[in-house]
């Protein structure tokens, strides 16, 4: 199963997440292959404000122990957190397994 994770910082995390980031980067290489993309979102003043994360995992239930073990949630770095499921169709432009 595919997941769009869209993950909204708190008000005035900048430095904690920055702080917790070098542990939120070693959750993302234990990811490894289950990632297909992510990065920061930035507000219009390119400030960042979350997180994006497009990831391929077997169920709903191994992303929510990620999301248990992520350090941004742990830190509460990231307030909101918003989750579909998804279908991924084309990973730079060619066709997603």
């Given at each position: 199963?595919?997941?769009?994770?869209?993950?909204?910082?708190?008000?005035?995390?900048?430095?904690?997440?920055?702080?917790?980031?070098?542990?939120?980067?070693?959750?993302?290489?234990?990811?490894?292959?289950?990632?297909?993309?992510?990065?920061?979102?930035?507000?219009?003043?390119?400030?960042?404000?979350?997180?994006?994360?497009?990831?391929?995992?077997?169920d709903?239930?191994?992303?929510?122990?990620?999301?248990?073990?992520?350090?941004?949630?742990?830190?509460?770095?990231?307030?909101?957190?918003?989750?579909?499921?998804?279908?991924?169709?084309?990973?730079?432009?060619?066709?997603?397994?």
């Amino acid at each position: 199963m595919q997941f769009a994770v869209k993950a909204y910082d708190g008000e005035g995390m900048l430095e904690k997440r920055m702080e917790v980031r070098p542990r939120h980067l070693e959750g993302m290489n234990k990811l490894g292959k289950h990632i297909i993309c992510t990065g920061g979102m930035l507000d219009e003043n390119g400030k960042m404000k979350g997180s994006v994360l497009i990831l391929d995992l077997p169920d709903r239930a191994a992303l929510n122990e990620y999301l248990t073990n992520e350090p941004y949630v742990i830190e509460k770095v990231w307030e909101k957190i918003e989750v579909e499921i998804m279908n991924v169709v084309l990973v730079n432009g060619e066709k997603f397994q």
